[in-house]
């Protein structure tokens, strides 16, 4: 069962790290019986398959129910010292009454404004407990999340309990957030997908919310009312019709004990709450497609097949076709269209929602191909499975694809939680997830054969094709793409004191230890190759990271877009296995391996079961040293390529960084080449193939893997599959020119049609390495100046004071090289220059007045609490473990880290701070409508 991200429209608060790369998911007495419906029949097991079920999402988990009608679900989880504290309110965008459309996802906005008793930005607080915060509105709910280091549990709760009774909801406030979130949503309007996707549900569920786009459209959100806002506000969210979440490193008693007295006394509803209405019959399916012919880049496809509701009986039964149609390489539609060559990209979506839903079809066509002749493949390639059904082979692999997935998505706290509120929520039991992995044992072909000849009958779909009215994706330059500094002059607020914000929490006892972090061990073969290992036996999962010296930094002007085409092509067949052979070896056992081409370097990752290991490890060392690279396999790559490009060109965040790029970089740098139409078709087979032959080599390669294995018979197994890998001739060094500063600002403005929102990029070219001494400073200070969205300097004065931007944060890309210092935001086009102007004026005032002692004290305190955070992920330590060893820093890095955060200086931020913030010799580059064009969106 997978949750589809594009469900959940949130406030994202997580905050950046620093270093980010662009372009580059125990008792049962007092539950529930797991369905309650009339209709359809519950989903039963057997009591042998249900005790044969080796994996479970609930062992430990705990529910108790307050009261004032609160639910609690607790899981005690002590692998690392964090918590995950979440509360999913009842409540999403179906329970939206005629003329507010969107209102729930404003509540969530808003829900962060403060309270009458802490009357400030609670991101600034989550900011200063170091929270990976986070929040989502949905058809069927809305969540609030966050997970910080153990000793901060009491200071979340008591901020979730505020929030629940005591928002502020103001006229100023909701102004503000009104400004935000029609911003948020014109963002949406970029791109051709969702413009598609909301036209299709749109006919599909033409008299009920589920129809509706769940963040609102532009005309409800602009008439919002305080009034309205309130009375949602005290109608929904009553503890009544919450759950509260907590898993990690906690006693259960103790946390229960703080619950009682933090929320116990919040009075419950009073009054039934509105219903959501009566579920409407599904609508006669149209016999034509709607087709929306618009600027955009690429053709697509978008069809909706009416479904059941969580509860039905067959749930088990479409996920695993959808599985056999769409997961992995070998699934049906992948063969069908993108291995001929018909589309660039295609997939499915099986929604598990409160009511009657939807399964979703999409595809991406290839350069040239017809949309009509897609729809001709794609209903053929639906008819067989109705017709013919699937193969036993077919049905075991889609089976251990879905456990895997569950087993995969439980690694960390966090994930753990989302699982136990999203079913407690939507099935109404916590423990729905056990029982449908039970079910999905009892799952036949002959249930997939039946349930694809109920629910995908073609007459019951509707259809939407969406065709662009500018093909090559070219943008317009608006100007001479050359002016001076900006004229306007805009004051910013002052900041707020982070002392205030530390008044408002409770007394947090600074406990952080990470002299307790387990490290890592590293070897290296005859041949160069290193390898940094972490046995980790809390989770059957192994985490595999790696890193190729191959990226795009070596690829030639005329070539560019080579290195990638290498990369994308490494599974496409070997000496011994074709690219479907080494599909199936990977998914009958639920494992997955892909490769990335980035600036510096081709990231490897992967994961498999802990008994697959050895069938990943083999896999990856016959594809590092035996790939083919087969003439039809490249082609298609190439054609999937030059359809990504025309995305990219459409696409004003991309589009932004690409001319980003190619402005602060001089011709002949290793960031300097971008991808374009000649460089990609002039590229052929022998070019791939020598580049394979001269970059990859064991002396530039690293591998990380963590998780559950014995160390010994990990080295044993690489040193046989890779220990023959030989280099040949002397290591590639890239040759990286010096780049200076640009002598006074620089606006670039690239016009793109059809588009709702612009998106900024400004900076300069070459800040600093890893290596570079100055990046902890650095890091502290950029949490200052623009880390987090909400907290930050400009995340306050941009988003939460002006609402000019829905998102508003700065970086600073650090790798082996120096990389750029950049902003990055998303605005009305209306609102383009004042947002530049008062961007450039925070940091203006900045140079002028520096930072205080409690802004760098709270930056460091965010910085590390977010680190343990970090750590305690395991797809996220692989990563951290494999780069310290690319950047050199040592295996102790993962320890030393918080306390060289903890070492930095006023004195060093103010020489970062002049050194590297430099407003009068930035490169603004803008991509999105034309200058004044007038805000669209419904």
Same mark, same amino acid.
């Given at each position: 069962?997978?949750?589809?991200?594009?469900l959940?429209l949130?406030?994202?608060l997580?905050?950046?790290m620093g270093?980010?790369a662009?372009s580059?998911?125990p008792s049962?007495?007092?539950i529930?019986t797991?369905?309650n419906?009339?209709a359809?029949?519950p989903l039963?097991v057997?009591?042998?398959?249900a005790?044969?079920s080796s994996?479970s999402?609930?062992?430990?988990?705990?529910k108790?129910?307050l009261?004032?009608?609160?639910?609690?679900?607790?899981?005690?989880?002590?692998?690392?010292?964090v918590?995950?504290?979440q509360?999913?309110?009842?409540?999403g965008s179906r329970?939206?009454?005629?003329?507010?459309?969107?209102i729930s +996802?404003?509540?969530? +906005?808003m829900m962060?404004?403060?309270?009458a008793?802490?009357?400030?930005?609670?991101?600034?607080f989550?900011?200063a407990?170091?929270?990976q915060?986070n929040a989502?509105?949905?058809?069927?709910?809305?969540?609030?999340?966050?997970?910080?280091?153990?000793?901060?549990?009491?200071a979340?709760l008591v901020?979730?309990a505020?929030?629940m009774?005591?928002s502020l909801i103001?006229?100023?406030?909701?102004?503000s957030e009104?400004r935000?979130?029609i911003?948020?949503?014109?963002g949406y309007?970029?791109?051709p997908d969702?413009r598609l996707?909301?036209?299709?549900?749109r006919?599909?569920f033409?008299? +009920?919310?589920?129809?509706?786009?769940?963040?609102?459209t532009?005309?409800?959100?602009q008439?919002?009312?305080?009034?309205?806002?309130q009375?949602?506000y005290?109608?929904?969210?009553?503890?009544d019709n919450?759950v509260l979440?907590?898993?990690g490193d906690?006693?259960?008693e103790?946390v229960?004990? #703080?619950?009682e007295?933090l929320?116990?006394?919040?009075?419950?509803?009073?009054g039934?709450?509105?219903s959501?209405?009566v579920i409407?019959?599904p609508?006669?399916?149209?016999?034509?497609p709607?087709?929306?012919?618009e600027?955009?880049?690429?053709?697509?496809l978008?069809a909706?097949?009416?479904?059941?509701?969580?509860?039905h009986?067959d749930v088990?039964a479409i996920?695993?076709? *959808?599985?056999?149609l769409?997961?992995g390489?070998?699934s049906?539609l992948?063969q069908a269209?993108v291995?001929?060559g018909?589309?660039?990209n295609?997939g499915t979506y %099986?929604s598990?929602?409160?009511?009657?839903?939807?399964?979703?079809?999409?595809?991406?066509?290839?350069?040239?191909?017809?949309?009509?002749?897609?729809d001709e493949?794609?209903l #053929?390639?639906?008819?067989?499975l109705r017709q013919?059904?699937?193969?036993?082979?077919e049905?075991?692999?889609?089976k251990?694809?879905l456990?895997?997935?569950?087993v995969?998505?439980?690694?960390?706290?966090?994930?753990?939680?989302?699982?136990?509120?999203?079913?407690?929520?939507v099935a109404?039991?916590?423990q729905?997830?056990?029982?449908?992995l039970?079910?999905?044992e009892q799952?036949?072909?002959?249930?997939?054969q039946?349930?694809a000849?109920?629910y995908?009958?073609p007459?019951?779909?509707t259809l939407g094709?969406f065709?662009p009215?500018?093909?090559?994706g070219?943008?317009?330059?608006?100007g001479d793409g050359?002016?001076?500094?900006t004229?306007?002059?805009f004051?910013p607020?002052?900041?707020?004191d982070?002392?205030e914000?530390?008044?408002?929490?409770p007394?947090i006892?600074?406990?952080?230890?990470?002299?307790?972090?387990?490290?890592?061990?590293?070897f290296?073969?005859n041949?160069?190759l290193?390898?940094?290992?972490?046995? *980790?036996?809390?989770?059957?999962?192994?985490?595999?990271?790696g890193w190729?010296?191959a990226?795009?930094?070596?690829?030639?002007? *005329?070539q560019?877009g080579?290195a990638?085409l290498?990369?994308?092509?490494?599974l496409?067949?070997?000496?011994t296995?074709?690219?479907?052979?080494?599909?199936?070896t990977?998914?009958?056992?639920?494992?997955?391996l892909?490769f990335?081409s980035r600036?510096e370097?081709?990231?490897i990752?992967?994961y498999?079961?802990?008994?697959?290991?050895?069938l990943?490890? #083999?896999?990856?060392?016959d594809?590092?040293?035996?790939?083919?690279f087969p003439? *039809? #396999?490249?082609e298609?790559?190439r054609q999937?390529a030059?359809?990504q490009?025309q995305?990219?060109l459409?696409?004003?965040?991309?589009l932004?960084?690409?001319?980003f790029?190619?402005?602060?970089y001089?011709?002949? +740098?290793?960031?300097?080449s971008?991808?374009?139409?000649?460089s990609l078709m002039q590229?052929t087979?022998?070019d791939v193939?020598?580049?394979y032959?001269?970059?990859?080599?064991p002396?530039?390669?690293v591998?990380?893997?963590?998780?559950?294995?014995?160390s010994?018979q990990?080295k044993?197994l690489l040193?046989?599959a890779?220990g023959e890998w030989?280099?040949e001739?002397?290591r590639p060094?890239?040759?990286?020119?010096?780049?200076?500063l640009?002598p006074?600002?620089?606006?670039?403005?690239q016009?793109?049609p059809g588009?709702?929102?612009?998106?900024t990029?400004?900076g300069y070219?070459?800040?600093?390495?890893?290596?570079?001494p100055?990046f902890? %400073?650095?890091?502290v200070?950029?949490?200052?100046?623009?880390?987090?969205?909400?907290?930050?300097r400009?995340g306050?004065?941009?988003?939460?004071?002006?609402g000019?931007?829905?998102?508003?944060?700065s970086?600073?890309?650090?790798?082996q090289h120096?990389g750029p210092? %950049?902003i990055?935001?998303?605005?009305?086009p209306?609102?383009?220059d004042?947002?530049?102007?008062?961007?450039?004026?925070v940091l203006?005032?900045?140079?002028?007045?520096?930072?205080t002692?409690?802004?760098?004290?709270t930056a460091k305190r965010?910085?590390?609490s977010s680190?343990?955070v970090?750590l305690?992920a395991?797809?996220v330590l692989v990563?951290?473990?494999?780069?310290?060893?690319?950047?050199?820093?040592?295996?102790?890095?993962?320890r030393?880290?918080?306390t060289?955060?903890? %070492?930095?200086?006023p004195?060093q931020?103010?020489?970062?701070?002049?050194?590297?913030?430099?407003?009068?010799?930035f490169?603004?580059v803008t991509?999105?409508p034309?200058?004044?064009a007038?805000?669209?969106?419904t």
């Amino acid at each position: 069962m997978k949750i589809r991200p594009s469900l959940l429209l949130g406030l994202f608060l997580t905050c950046l790290m620093g270093a980010i790369a662009l372009s580059d998911l125990p008792s049962s007495a007092s539950i529930p019986t797991l369905f309650n419906t009339s209709a359809n029949p519950p989903l039963t097991v057997s009591s042998d398959t249900a005790v044969a079920s080796s994996i479970s999402i609930t062992d430990g988990a705990r529910k108790t129910v307050l009261d004032n009608g609160l639910t609690i679900l607790t899981k005690e989880v002590h692998t690392a010292p964090v918590v995950s504290v979440q509360v999913w309110y009842r409540v999403g965008s179906r329970n939206e009454p005629p003329g507010e459309n969107g209102i729930s +996802h404003q509540l969530e +906005h808003m829900m962060f404004k403060g309270t009458a008793d802490r009357p400030i930005q609670f991101g600034r607080f989550f900011s200063a407990l170091g929270s990976q915060s986070n929040a989502f509105t949905s058809y069927d709910m809305t969540a609030y999340y966050g997970t910080v280091e153990r000793d901060k549990l009491e200071a979340m709760l008591v901020l979730e309990a505020d929030r629940m009774v005591n928002s502020l909801i103001d006229e100023s406030g909701l102004e503000s957030e009104k400004r935000v979130v029609i911003s948020e949503l014109q963002g949406y309007e970029n791109s051709p997908d969702y413009r598609l996707s909301r036209a299709v549900t749109r006919a599909a569920f033409p008299e +009920h919310p589920y129809g509706l786009p769940v963040g609102g459209t532009k005309a409800d959100v602009q008439s919002f009312t305080v009034d309205a806002v309130q009375r949602y506000y005290e109608t929904y969210y009553t503890p009544d019709n919450a759950v509260l979440i907590i898993t990690g490193d906690f006693d259960t008693e103790t946390v229960l004990a #703080q619950i009682e007295d933090l929320f116990g006394e919040i009075p419950k509803r009073t009054g039934d709450a509105p219903s959501a209405g009566v579920i409407p019959a599904p609508p006669e399916a149209r016999q034509a497609p709607i087709v929306l012919r618009e600027p955009g880049s690429a053709a697509l496809l978008n069809a909706v097949y009416p479904l059941v509701d969580i509860q039905h009986p067959d749930v088990p039964a479409i996920d695993l076709m *959808d599985t056999v149609l769409s997961v992995g390489r070998s699934s049906r539609l992948y063969q069908a269209l993108v291995e001929t060559g018909l589309a660039s990209n295609a997939g499915t979506y %099986a929604s598990a929602m409160i009511e009657p839903g939807w399964y979703d079809l999409f595809v991406t066509a290839a350069p040239g191909q017809s949309l009509e002749a897609i729809d001709e493949v794609v209903l #053929q390639t639906i008819e067989v499975l109705r017709q013919q059904g699937i193969t036993p082979e077919e049905l075991e692999r889609a089976k251990t694809q879905l456990k895997t997935f569950f087993v995969l998505s439980s690694q960390d706290i966090t994930s753990q939680a989302n699982q136990l509120g999203y079913f407690e929520i939507v099935a109404g039991d916590y423990q729905y997830g056990d029982r449908y992995l039970a079910a999905i044992e009892q799952v036949t072909a002959e249930d997939v054969q039946r349930v694809a000849q109920t629910y995908l009958d073609p007459a019951k779909r509707t259809l939407g094709f969406f065709e662009p009215t500018q093909l090559d994706g070219a943008p317009e330059v608006q100007g001479d793409g050359r002016t001076t500094q900006t004229m306007e002059k805009f004051d910013p607020g002052e900041p707020v004191d982070p002392a205030e914000v530390a008044r408002y929490l409770p007394p947090i006892p600074d406990t952080t230890d990470s002299s307790t972090q387990v490290l890592p061990e590293k070897f290296t073969l005859n041949n160069g190759l290193e390898v940094v290992l972490l046995p *980790d036996s809390s989770n059957p999962i192994v985490n595999l990271s790696g890193w190729v010296e191959a990226g795009s930094g070596f690829d030639a002007i *005329d070539q560019a877009g080579l290195a990638s085409l290498t990369a994308d092509n490494l599974l496409n067949g070997t000496e011994t296995n074709d690219a479907l052979t080494i599909a199936k070896t990977l998914e009958d056992q639920g494992a997955e391996l892909l490769f990335s081409s980035r600036r510096e370097g081709v990231s490897i990752n992967g994961y498999a079961l802990n008994e697959n290991l050895p069938l990943l490890v #083999q896999t990856l060392a016959d594809v590092l040293q035996n790939a083919t690279f087969p003439a *039809d #396999q490249l082609e298609l790559s190439r054609q999937r390529a030059l359809s990504q490009l025309q995305v990219e060109l459409d696409d004003p965040e991309q589009l932004s960084w690409r001319v980003f790029r190619q402005t602060v970089y001089p011709e002949g +740098h290793p960031f300097y080449s971008v991808p374009t139409e000649a460089s990609l078709m002039q590229i052929t087979q022998a070019d791939v193939m020598n580049f394979y032959q001269t970059y990859y080599r064991p002396d530039t390669t690293v591998l990380s893997l963590v998780g559950d294995f014995e160390s010994n018979q990990v080295k044993a197994l690489l040193s046989e599959a890779f220990g023959e890998w030989k280099a040949e001739g002397d290591r590639p060094e890239l040759v990286y020119s010096e780049v200076s500063l640009p002598p006074s600002t620089r606006r670039l403005n690239q016009v793109i049609p059809g588009k709702a929102e612009a998106v900024t990029f400004m900076g300069y070219g070459s800040a600093l390495s890893r290596q570079d001494p100055r990046f902890y %400073a650095a890091l502290v200070l950029n949490q200052i100046v623009g880390g987090d969205v909400l907290s930050s300097r400009l995340g306050s004065e941009i988003r939460d004071r002006l609402g000019l931007t829905y998102g508003i944060y700065s970086f600073f890309q650090a790798g082996q090289h120096p990389g750029p210092f %950049a902003i990055v935001m998303q605005t009305s086009p209306n609102d383009v220059d004042r947002a530049i102007d008062s961007t450039l004026a925070v940091l203006r005032q900045l140079r002028e007045q520096g930072v205080t002692t409690t802004e760098i004290d709270t930056a460091k305190r965010s910085l590390i609490s977010s680190y343990s955070v970090d750590l305690s992920a395991p797809p996220v330590l692989v990563s951290e473990i494999l780069f310290n060893d690319v950047y050199g820093l040592g295996l102790e890095e993962i320890r030393e880290f918080p306390t060289k955060i903890e %070492a930095v200086t006023p004195d060093q931020i103010q020489q970062v701070l002049d050194d590297l913030i430099r407003p009068d010799n930035f490169v603004i580059v803008t991509s999105g409508p034309a200058r004044g064009a007038i805000d669209v969106g419904t």
